[in-house]
Structures are given as structure tokens and as C-alpha cells.
């Protein structure tokens, strides 16, 4: 019996940081899941919407269908996962937040001209965004952020700036494919004068809170997407830097069919501006680092070390590939739909990658309720929806602090608002493992692994018995005993580490209302496709077949209810843990441990 067992990671001064994680993953007879749901069909139930402040403020390969068991006995296991997945499946739509413009406004102006407007924008010359690694070139005495993460067509976005004295100009870069250069400069502001500031009184719970240095508004000629702020310095002597990430939503009366939410709740906790992040601390002994974590991180914070990674490896390059595939895709930032979640009603498809660790009780409902509603979920990337946080807004609803205990005991919310408690999902009291939503969950990193395609269905592109070397890289994911009942597994790929096999997986499955979920379970998905990877060489065929499957995905689940026409595969059997799956399939399907070389 094997037993996949994750690893958590936090990058800082060069090097990774991993320990053991809770195990999880094992394998039993199909059917057995879909028994105890027919058996406890009306015994769900929904959690409340609510989101409270902080107290504190797998012949020719067959495709194989996960039907797990628990540590336990199977019929525990089996009848745990039905009343998760009841529950799961009738979850409804949270009401939106009452209150000013600042939760998620639609802006006061039109930025989308017509259906076609994204694969036009792209038509446009862009420019390659300079990349240092995992970074972008950055001068480190060059810091800024914005007093928002995401804004509507025609808001007001403060930006503060903190340099060596003299003139400085901000520069908007607009993410994209635009013929493989990957982004647009779009805007130049007028010169500003910028100075060096402190960092403040509590940089990393409140912010640095400078001065503001300039102000834009945005244009009806910015269409929704990822922009960078740059500040680029006005003379030799002036270098730049400060990169500023930010969401531009749509305006009002426009909803593509397709929307992508953005991780800012991600960046936020990785970046350890101010000398600590919501893993580690970047000051005193390394030995006590992860002990003097933060609990609490400002949401408007200069973007630094692995904070802006997140952005730069991660989101930007699936944001890429997202556009190349040519259809028109709204975009949102995750604290948008936590204020609004009927953001997402309608809509046929929500995409989410390639790395949203982070989520609100109001975002994972979300996510839950528009499932249900028919919205098929695009999950391309890793390790998603692992971390439940609280989100505190400042008055004018603007998003403010991200909380994150971590360790139960810790967390005053445990006594009175256990359901907003701040551990894994998959940890009590929650008890909401992420593979009820995604089809599978977090197993571990630190490894590149195949995929060894078993039954994809035809519109994947993928083709049955195929090995695609190191399709699967960084943080990955893999079915559960949570994970729904008859969930596909159409790739996979192994790694025998230290302590146990880490698989990584690509799963799929159709909920009853006819929505497809397919998780790609690799948080490099986006750069693969791209061919971007940091210290990552993949054969040709492996970014051919990841960028074929993301566009695959992301054009076929604009079809509302896709599941519908295309369900999962009936002659499906069980899959097979890591250990297993090696035997069967020897070591075409293993990949390798490179424990702290990708950094």
C-alpha cells in the first residue's frame, strides 16, 4: 500500500525549505465512492457564505478512475468522501459583499470593444518582458506598489514609490502572447520625483504606507488582462525596477464567456517584503525562521524575492499561453470574487493557475457554486486551494490584510468561528479537501516527472501509451481519497524521494451538472507551455503537448456544461499509487528527485 506523502516549500537566501507533509493517497475497488453517494444522495448541505473578519482582525493503458479508500476501513473512507462530495455539489452562490466601489466595482467605463477583442489585442507588436531568471531585472533600491491589486476600467490606482531621489516615469506592460514576445507596453506616465523612505513601523502586517508618487487612471484602451507597473528611471544613474503587478478587470455590461482569476492572494503571502513572508522569517537564527513566520501580511506591499517569482514565473507565462489560444478572456483578481462571487455566474468557464495556493471561504464557494451551476473549472497548475485565509478590507473595501495561522492551536477564529479557522482545507475543522473541487490535491515538489498518458480523451490532443518527459514540475498534484467519484486520471508520472513516491497527475472529471474539471497538477504548467522555465529544458514535445493540452482546455470549456458531451471514460479502472504504478510500468514513468537544484 502506497503512501504519497507532500512537502512544503519556501524560497529565500538561495535555497528551499521542505518538510514532510501529512500523508495522503491510497487506492481501492471501483465503485465504492459511487455506492455511498447514490446511498446519501439528499444528505448534503452548504456552509455559510459568510466570511467573517479575522477575530483578531494510470494496458494499452487503460485510464484509470480514483475510487480511494482511507487509512482506516474502505466503507469509513467511502462514506466520508460521499458526504464531502454532497456537500460539495450543493453549495450555492455567496451573496455579493454590501458596500463602497472599492470591492471589485465593474469601473466607470467600457475597456472590451466587441467579441474578438482579445486575439485583436494580441495582433498588436509586443515586446519581451525582461526576465532575470525567476524574476524580472530588477535594481533593488527601486520599490513600489500599489494601494490596489486589481482595478475597473476608469478607477484610480494610487502607486507609491520608494528610490534614489530624482525623476522617474511608470510604465505599463501589458501580459500577453502578442506573437510570442509575451507582453505590450502600453503607457508611459509623465516624470514624478521619487526619494528613498523607510520601510515603516510594521512593513509586513501594515505595509510600508509611503507617500503616494503618482496616480493612473485606467483607460478605456486598456483591455482586461495582467499589467506590470515598471518605474524606470529618467537618466543613466536612475536604474529600474519596482515591479507592480495589476488586474484590470472588464467594465460594465461585458462577460466573456471564459475568465481567468489571478493569485493575488499568492503573491501576497510569498512575498517577504519587510523581512518575513506568511512562511518564513528573513531575519535572526534560520533555525527558528519558519517559527517567526508572519500571521499577517498587507496585501499593498513592494513585490519582492519570491513574492514577484509568483508573478513572474508562474502567472505570467500561463497568462501567455492562455492568449495564444485566441479566445477572448475576462480577467478578475481572487479578491474580486471573494467580494463578488456573482462575478463568476454565467460564465462557461473559470480558469485558475498555475499557482493559487490561497482561498477565502468565499472564493472556494465560489468556485463550488458555479461548478454546480454548469461553469466548467480550468485548473492549470499546482498545489491549489491548499491554504484556507482570512481577508480583512479597509473601509472602502478594498482588500487589506491576508491572515494565515497556520497551526489550529494558534488561531483565535478556532473558538469562535471554526469554520474560518486558518489550516489546510483538508485539515479539520474544516474538512473540505481541495480534491472534492479539483479532482485531485497537493501530493509534493521538489521533482520532474513524465507523463505517461493512459486514456485522454481525443479533444485533450494527447494520444494513449505516450511518455512526455518532464511534463510535470514544482509543486504537483494527484488524486485523493477525496477526489469525486469516477475521476479520470489521464496522465501520470512518479518519483521515489527520501520518504515515499510523489505522483503527479492529470485528472478530470464531470460533476452532475454536466461542468468539466480537469486539473493539469504542475505548478510549471504555464511556463512549460511557454517553454520558460527557470534551470527547465524539456524536449520539444513536452512543451508541444502541455501547450496543446492548456490550449485544448481552455478553448473547449467555453462550451457551457462541456462535460455533458464529453464524460468520462466508462470502461475506466482504478489507479495505482507510485510504487505500483513503477512496477507496471517500469522506469519510462519515473522522474527524478532534484531536492534544492530548482531554485
Not at 91 to 96: K, S
Not at 168 to 188: C, H, N, P, S
Request: glycine letters at 10%; proline letters at 9%.
Amino acid at each position: 500500500m502506497g503512501i504519497a506523502s507532500g512537502v512544503r516549500e519556501q524560497l529565500g537566501h538561495g535555497r528551499k525549505v521542505r518538510r514532510p507533509s501529512t500523508p495522503t493517497g491510497l487506492f481501492a475497488v471501483v465503485g465504492t465512492v459511487a455506492a455511498v453517494v447514490a446511498a446519501a444522495a439528499g444528505c448534503g448541505g452548504s456552509t455559510s457564505s459568510a466570511a467573517p473578519r479575522s477575530p483578531a482582525t494510470t494496458t494499452p493503458p487503460a485510464s484509470r478512475t480514483t475510487s480511494p479508500a482511507s487509512r482506516t476501513t474502505p466503507a469509513a473512507a467511502a462514506s466520508s468522501a460521499a458526504a464531502g462530495w454532497q456537500a460539495s455539489i450543493a453549495r450555492t452562490m455567496p451573496a455579493d459583499l454590501p458596500g463602497p466601489a472599492g470591492a471589485a466595482s465593474p469601473g466607470s467605463c467600457a475597456n472590451v470593444p466587441g467579441p474578438g477583442w482579445l486575439a485583436a489585442e494580441n495582433r498588436l507588436p509586443g515586446t519581451a518582458l525582461p526576465l532575470a531568471g525567476a524574476t524580472f531585472a530588477d535594481d533593488a533600491a527601486v520599490a513600489a506598489y500599489a494601494a490596489r491589486q486589481s482595478a475597473g476600467c476608469g478607477d484610480r490606482v494610487p502607486v507609491s514609490v520608494s528610490a534614489p531621489a530624482g525623476d522617474y516615469q511608470l510604465r505599463a506592460w501589458r501580459v500577453g502572447d502578442y506573437g510570442g514576445a509575451g507582453a505590450r507596453v502600453v503607457w508611459t506616465s509623465a516624470p514624478f520625483a521619487a526619494t528613498t523612505h523607510p520601510a515603516g513601523a510594521d512593513p509586513v502586517g501594515r505595509g510600508p504606507q509611503w507617500p503616494v508618487s503618482v496616480v493612473l487612471q485606467v483607460p478605456p484602451t486598456w483591455r482586461p488582462g495582467l499589467y506590470l507597473l515598471q518605474v524606470v528611471g529618467t537618466s543613466r544613474r536612475h536604474r529600474s525596477g519596482g515591479w507592480v503587478p495589476l488586474v484590470v478587470r472588464p467594465g460594465p455590461g461585458s462577460a466573456s464567456a471564459a475568465v481567468y482569476v489571478a493569485p493575488t492572494m499568492t503573491w501576497a503571502a510569498y512575498d517577504p517584503y519587510g523581512g518575513a513572508s506568511l512562511y518564513r522569517s528573513f531575519a535572526g537564527p534560520d533555525s527558528t525562521a519558519e517559527k517567526r513566520r508572519a500571521r499577517t501580511v498587507a496585501m499593498a506591499r513592494p513585490s519582492v524575492m519570491n513574492g514577484q517569482r509568483q508573478v513572474a514565473q508562474y502567472t505570467a507565462p500561463l497568462v501567455q499561453a492562455l492568449e495564444e489560444a485566441g479566445i477572448d478572456v475576462d480577467y478578475l483578481a481572487d479578491t474580486d470574487v471573494d467580494a463578488r462571487p456573482g462575478l463568476l455566474a454565467g460564465r462557461a468557464e473559470v480558469i485558475l493557475g498555475s499557482h493559487a495556493e490561497y482561498a477565502t471561504t468565499r472564493l472556494y464557494d465560489a468556485l463550488e457554486a458555479a461548478r454546480n451551476a454548469g461553469t466548467n473549472l480550468a485548473f492549470l497548475g499546482g498545489n491549489q486551494v491548499y491554504w484556507h485565509v482570512r481577508l480583512t478590507r479597509s473601509p472602502d473595501g478594498t482588500p487589506d490584510t491576508l491572515v494565515l495561522f497556520r497551526e489550529l492551536a494558534e488561531d483565535p477564529a478556532r473558538l469562535t468561528f471554526p469554520g474560518e479557522a486558518t489550516v489546510r482545507w483538508r485539515d479539520a475543522p474544516l474538512n473540505r479537501p481541495e480534491a472534492t473541487l479539483i479532482g485531485a490535491q497537493y501530493a509534493g515538489l521538489g521533482m520532474i516527472a513524465p507523463w505517461y498518458t493512459l486514456s485522454p480523451p481525443a479533444w485533450t490532443g494527447l494520444h494513449p501509451g505516450e511518455t512526455i518527459p518532464m511534463a510535470a514540475a514544482g509543486e504537483v498534484d494527484a488524486a485523493s481519497p477525496a477526489s469525486p467519484p469516477r475521476t479520470q486520471v489521464l496522465a501520470q508520472g512518479t518519483t521515489k524521494m527520501s520518504h515515499a513516491w510523489i505522483d503527479a497527475m492529470v485528472t478530470y472529471y464531470v460533476a452532475p451538472s454536466g461542468a468539466a474539471v480537469l486539473d493539469t497538477g504542475s505548478m510549471d504548467t504555464g511556463c512549460l507551455a511557454r517553454g520558460t522555465c527557470p534551470g527547465l529544458v524539456p524536449p520539444p514535445r513536452t512543451r508541444q503537448a502541455v501547450r496543446q493540452l492548456v490550449h485544448a482546455v481552455v478553448t473547449g470549456f467555453v462550451t457551457p456544461r462541456f462535460g455533458t458531451a464529453h464524460p468520462v471514460d466508462a470502461t475506466a479502472g482504478t489507479w495505482m499509487t507510485g510504487a505500483a504504478f513503477a512496477t507496471r510500468y517500469g522506469s519510462r514513468v519515473v522522474g527524478r528527485d532534484i531536492k534544492d537544484d530548482d531554485d
